[in-house]
């Protein structure tokens, strides 16, 4: 007959063959919210397709510092992991693990360490490299405007959630004396403003390299890309690559 404990003090060494936690299953629903307490369960295991879905942290106020929750989003969608005013903590991107520990209550919210793993992923250090030697030209009068590097293998990739140094760098030919280059990173179809970079050809026709840098964060969802305008002419890429590397949430 088994029985319930409630809670163990260990005052020497102990030794488990193995350690199975309670899980709660749940399915996502379209803009619901898993509300944890202090009776929640350690583990709980998101499914399903539903946007829009969040994971609200529990009023520190019943709970000791150390305590603990771990969301696994085995669902399809990305999920939101708020504090417990419902304002945003992290995003819990699709095939992640987040393990969060309160260090602190001396407020409602708490303050709460957190930890996200992805499947797959041997570390938390991700990279990203695309790189191609395919020729690619924007020939006047095509338009001015900042336009995705583009070709069989474009300069753009979706990458998990975290903070990334991005970097890019090209061959170029720039046809036309006086015409400007301007090469930049944009983050979900927006200019990323730091990273903007110009040059200006001196010759007929100019041979250089053009190149950008930029520390971004992203949630999971957002498309970066490298981009490259000029000002009139022909402009045509050869050798190019985009690395991006994962610094951390």
């Known amino acids: 007959m088994s029985h319930t404990i409630d809670n163990i003090l260990v005052e020497q060494n102990l030794t488990m063959l193995t350690y199975s936690p309670s899980l709660l299953p749940t399915t996502t629903s379209l803009n619901g919210t898993l509300i944890l307490t202090v009776a929640s369960n350690f583990l709980h295991v998101l499914a399903g397709t539903a946007t829009g879905y969040k994971v609200r942290l529990p009023a520190t106020t019943l709970l000791t510092a150390g305590w603990k929750f771990e969301i696994w989003n085995q669902s399809s969608q990305q999920v939101l992991l708020t504090y417990n005013d419902t304002t945003t903590f992290i995003p819990i991107p699709a095939g992640s693990v987040a393990t969060v520990t309160l260090y602190t209550k001396l407020t409602t919210n708490g303050v709460w360490v957190a930890v996200r793993s992805f499947t797959g992923t041997a570390s938390g250090i991700l990279n990203y490299t695309i790189s191609s030697a395919e020729s690619?030209?924007?020939?006047?009068?095509?338009?001015?405007?900042?336009?995705?590097?583009?070709?069989?293998?474009?300069?753009?990739?979706?990458?998990?959630?975290?903070?990334?140094?991005?970097?890019?760098?090209?061959?170029?030919?720039?046809?036309?004396?006086?015409?400007?280059?301007?090469?930049?990173?944009y983050k979900a179809g927006s200019i990323w403003t730091d990273s903007l970079r110009t040059i200006e050809s001196s010759v007929a026709t100019f041979n250089t390299e053009h190149s950008t840098v930029a520390v971004i964060q992203v949630t999971g969802s957002e498309l970066i890309e490298a981009r490259v305008a000029r000002s009139a002419n022909t402009l045509t890429i050869t050798g190019r690559s985009l690395i991006l590397i994962r610094l951390g949430d």
């Open 136 to 185: 690619f030209s924007l020939a006047a009068p095509s338009g001015t405007g900042d336009i995705l590097i583009g070709g069989t293998t474009p300069m753009s990739v979706t990458p998990v959630a975290g903070t990334y140094a991005i970097w890019y760098n090209g061959s170029i030919v720039i046809t036309g004396n006086n015409t400007i280059v301007r090469t930049s990173i």
